[in-house]
């Protein structure tokens, strides 16, 4: 079953723009993920924050958390074209096991140069 | 960090047979999923499968369609039964040292069924 819900499900931008993609999640967790997957390819991790956490940045990367409204959102600055991919958010949800991750829906990114 | 060799890449396979698909990590991990992705989809956990004990499956998934395998901490296989088209999808593999580390991600298993 899938944790959260992702818009928009596809952006298209010029290079050099800002994209912002955003991730809602339903149950309590642990922390949150984005990864970025390229066409066909294995997902690579992007950054994790934790439930604790309000913001994160990584180099060109800025993810924000309020676990309030349940949600976040990925901000790509000054972005280019080999930014183009899809984008997951997924959730660590605990359970008597140990825990899992579920993904949301993904948001596909195309950057035109 | 951790590399993971996913066999096979993919393959095309007639309805009816199975096809098991190998995860092979280079260092020890606790915790390993299996997912399912179809063509433009989002990923969708089929398993979680730790060293020691019996995989456990999520909604939708039985053992008698995708059994697993975990004999040790590098190690694990899917196999996918008595297949029909439907199960045509992108299968990978995924493990996790611990709550609030990153996932590592094998390059997917390209399910073709006919």
């Known amino acids: 079953s899938q944790q959260g819900e992702e818009d928009p499900q596809a952006l298209s931008i010029q290079e050099g723009e800002n994209a912002t993609m955003n991730c809602s999640y339903k149950?309590?967790?642990?922390?949150l993920q984005w990864y970025r997957q390229n066409s066909g390819r294995g997902l690579v991790h992007l950054i994790l924050?934790?439930?604790?956490?309000r913001e994160k940045h990584s180099g060109r990367l800025r993810v924000t958390l309020d676990t309030s409204k349940k949600s976040s959102s990925l901000l790509i600055t000054a972005s280019r074209a080999a930014d183009t991919a899809s984008y997951f958010c997924?959730?660590?949800?605990?359970?008597?096991?140990?825990?899992?991750?579920?993904f949301g829906a993904g948001t596909r990114l195309f950057v035109k140069a | 960090s951790a590399v993971i060799s996913q066999k096979p890449s993919r393959d095309i396979c007639q309805r009816g047979t199975s096809l098991t698909i190998q995860c092979q990590v280079d260092?020890?991990?606790?915790?390993m999923f299996w997912y399912r992705q179809q063509p433009g989809q989002s990923l969708t956990l089929i398993a979680t499968?730790?060293?020691?004990?019996?995989?456990?499956?999520e909604s939708g998934f039985v053992i008698d369609k995708f059994p697993i395998s975990r004999p040790n901490l590098t190690f694990s296989t899917l196999t996918v039964s008595n297949m029909s088209p439907e199960d045509s999808s992108i299968y990978l593999c995924?493990?996790?040292?611990?709550?609030?580390?990153?996932?590592?991600f094998g390059q997917g298993t390209r399910l073709t069924v006919v």
């Open positions: 149950t309590s967790i642990n922390n």
């Open positions: 997924a959730t660590d949800a605990g359970w008597t096991g140990g825990f899992k991750t579920i």
């Open positions: 995924s493990v996790r040292a611990e709550v609030n580390t990153e996932a590592f």
């Open positions: 924050i934790r439930s604790n956490e």
């Open positions: 499968a730790n060293q020691g004990s019996e995989a456990t499956y």
């Open positions: 260092s020890q991990v606790t915790m």
